[in-house]
């Protein structure tokens, strides 16, 4: 509900927060209701102010190295990239959903769309971000055929990425690096995004990242 600036230490699980909007709702609820922290987590964020190039300068020797290295070997396999804000958002999932049944994620168990709720969210949030031409995809492919993808959809001057992978069979090229670094560039070449957001904490999001985002879930759950 609420979100803390970086420099906020993590609170516990179900532990208040101590910040201002925190103790605002508090009072505003007076004895009627209590909150609770159901969640706290983070995300990743890159700084896209001032371009790509600049975002890279930030980067180590290494990570800049390994990235075009990727490219090369992505663009060496005859890999080109369709960025679009798809109109056919079902369309868009479907090819989505087709590539996750070979992407990595679902090899290790890990693939978010294995159960129909988050297919119907994600078909929901699709349409929607559609409809008001903020939703961005991106697809890789080789020979016609869809080998990794990001999706995100646009808030402002800022683009939240929602999800991506790759085949499997793809890893060894580097792509989900390439795909990613491949978003941001035709996303600041629209001109009209300043933060791009690459979603929950995981480490390899670290080496990408100019800051993190701390945020909580607050519940208002019936007075004792």
């Not at 190295?65 to 079902?90: M, N, T």
């Not at 995100?152 to 499997?168: D, E, F, I």
Request: glycine content about 10%; aromatic content about 8%; charged content about 30%.
């Amino acid at each position: 509900m609420g979100a803390r600036a970086d420099s906020v230490p993590r609170a516990p699980a179900w532990d208040p927060v101590p910040s201002p909007l925190y103790r605002r709702l508090g009072r505003r609820l007076g004895g009627r209701r209590r909150l609770r922290i159901a969640r706290d987590a983070a995300s990743c964020q890159v700084d896209l102010s001032g371009g790509v190039e600049a975002f890279l300068a930030r980067r180590s020797r290494g990570f800049r190295s390994g990235l075009r290295a990727d490219r090369r070997r992505v663009h060496g396999a005859g890999i080109a990239f369709d960025y679009e804000a798809p109109a056919d958002p079902a369309s868009a999932l479907r090819r989505i959903l087709e590539l996750e049944a070979r992407g990595w994620k679902e090899a290790a168990a890990q693939g978010i769309f294995q159960s129909p709720r988050p297919r119907r969210f994600y078909g929901d949030l699709f349409a929607r971000a559609a409809a008001a031409g903020r939703l961005r995809t991106i697809f890789a492919q080789r020979e016609g055929v869809d080998v990794a993808y990001a999706v995100g959809g646009l808030a402002g001057t800022t683009y939240r990425g929602y999800q991506m992978t790759y085949a499997q069979e793809h890893a060894r090229l580097g792509i989900g690096n390439v795909t990613q670094l491949e978003m941001m560039e035709r996303l600041a070449a629209e001109g009209v995004v300043r933060l791009f957001d690459l979603g929950m904490e995981v480490e390899y999001k670290r080496r990408w990242e100019d800051r993190r985002l701390r945020f909580s879930t607050v519940l208002i759950l019936p007075a004792p």
